[in-house]
């Protein structure tokens, strides 16, 4: 009776996984794609192997940054069709130009579930990665350097993301190109702990929902964070460093939480919030902007609480006649600009605080008035309403100002890179489309 068991145990258990070594040369990957069968290990040796490649079937390819997978230009590097495939410490290269066709260094088809790209290279490619409707997929930890040699418009971007629930993208460093990460028409999704350098936006969402964007870095990026037409999103903890347009801009999301995230040094806004709806905006440091934030009249039920404004030439832009109160359950925000006192030292300033008065929605809706900005009847006004505020309609409205901004520090190696953006904007560039522009691509 004890053979019966052992039989059975036998027959559950696979088939041991065939490792092989594959040499460099034309068409030697393919056949060996060919000849191998589902669980095998493909080990890359140095050398170039030419491509394109398609993986129909489970395997691991895996070797060192010295084994190139080049696709002569021609489409999509390494297209991923099978379940379970690992893809791991190569450099991909040479994909075509087709924009219109999505050519990429490694493409992962709907139907390609639980692919893992992990520790590659890729240089050269029009789009670097391509999730294209497979679930629960890895990117991890892959250098991905973008073209250079279109208008950044016309580029491909560092990772695109389809139609593909479950994608999990972290610890990837991604320079050049159209966007860092593009993500549309997806779910569930994270994004964490990536560098995002040399790019249009870093990350951009369009139309997905229930995802986290999470300790990232954007660093000299034309914008950080987009997100757009998107419910339910986490956006935690990331960096936003010398960003030329916004670090953060809200265009119809709803419902997200932002958080414990800081905008610094951007040339035109930190956070754009543009017709976004009851989100939750807490504990972030908004410093060294042309805007603290820009807040759109159509924008309504959002909470502000626990942020810091600090050193930003306008701290905020709110053109409506509607009173807007920004605190929460008695705490409200840091202002650098309010002298404020706190004489019962509950870190709560005595004093109602209003970032804006009459004068700056004049000058907002008519720019030629800032000639009038010294005159005695210009001065009279702004007193007045400062030592009397219900004479202002409408207008941003903090009750319980903090004596102390939330501190977020910025690692060494990352004020390393803010460092050598510095200047980078005022001469701009004028063929690269402005992101306020964009409000709806």
């Known amino acids: 009776m004890r053979v019966l068991p052992l039989i059975l145990t036998l027959l559950a258990t696979p088939l041991l996984a065939a490792e092989r070594d594959v040499a460099p040369g034309a068409g030697t990957l393919a056949a060996a794609i060919a000849g191998a069968s589902p669980g095998d290990v493909l080990r890359l040796t140095a050398g170039a192997y030419l491509g394109p490649v398609t993986i129909d079937r489970s395997l691991t390819l895996q070797g060192p940054a010295t084994a190139v997978i080049d696709g002569q230009g021609k489409g999509t590097v390494v297209t991923i069709t099978a379940d379970d495939v690992i893809l791991r410490g190569l450099t991909v290269t040479g994909s075509g130009s087709q924009n219109q066709n999505l050519d990429a260094g490694v493409k992962i088809v709907k139907g390609a579930d639980r692919a893992l790209v992990e520790a590659n290279t890729l240089t050269g490619n029009m789009h670097g990665i391509d999730i294209h409707g497979g ?47 593009f993500s549309n028409a997806s779910r569930k999704g994270t994004y964490r702990d990536n560098l995002f350098r040399d790019l249009r936006f870093a990350v951009h969402y369009m139309y997905t929902n229930d995802s986290t964007v999470s300790g990232n870095v954007s660093i000299g990026n034309h ?14 903890d990331n960096m936003s460093l010398n960003d030329r347009d916004h670090g953060l801009m809200l265009n119809y999301a ?15 806004k930190c956070l754009f919030i543009y017709n976004a709806h009851k989100n939750l905006i807490f504990d972030n440091r908004f410093q060294g ?45 840091y202002w650098s600009d309010h002298p404020a006192f706190d004489l019962n030292g509950d870190g709560i300033a005595d004093g109602v605080f209003r970032p804006n008065d009459m004068m ?82």
């Open 289 to 333: 902007c042309g805007i603290g934030i820009h807040f759109t009249a159509g924008s309504e039920r959002n909470v502000l609480t626990g942020n810091a404004f600090v050193g930003n030439r306008m701290q905020v832009k709110y053109v409506g006649t509607r009173q807007m109160e920004w605190s929460h359950e008695g705490r409200g925000n």
């Open 135 to 181: 679930h629960d997929a890895v990117v991890r930890g892959n250098t991905i350097i973008g073209r250079q040699n279109l208008h950044m418009i016309e580029r491909g971007n560092g990772i695109y993301v389809w139609n593909a629930p479950g994608a999990l993208v972290e610890g990837n460093s991604i320079r050049y190109g159209r966007d860092g990460i």
């Open 223 to 236: 914008l950080g964070f987009a997100i757009m037409f998107s419910d339910r999103v986490v956006v935690k």
């Open 360 to 441: 700056d929605q004049i000058l907002w809706s008519q720019p030629a008035a800032a000639l009038l900005i010294g005159a005695p009847a210009v001065q009279l006004i702004r007193w007045s309403q400062s030592s009397f505020p219900a004479t202002l309609p409408g207008g941003v409205v903090d009750s319980f100002p903090l004596m102390a901004p939330p501190e977020i520090a910025v690692p060494s190696d990352i004020a390393g890179y803010e460092a050598e953006t510095k200047g980078r904007w005022p001469q701009g560039n004028i063929y690269d489309t402005d992101s306020d522009d964009l409000e709806t691509q």
């Open 254 to 268: 709803t419902s997200a939480d932002v958080s414990g995230n800081l905008v610094r040094g951007g040339q035109k």
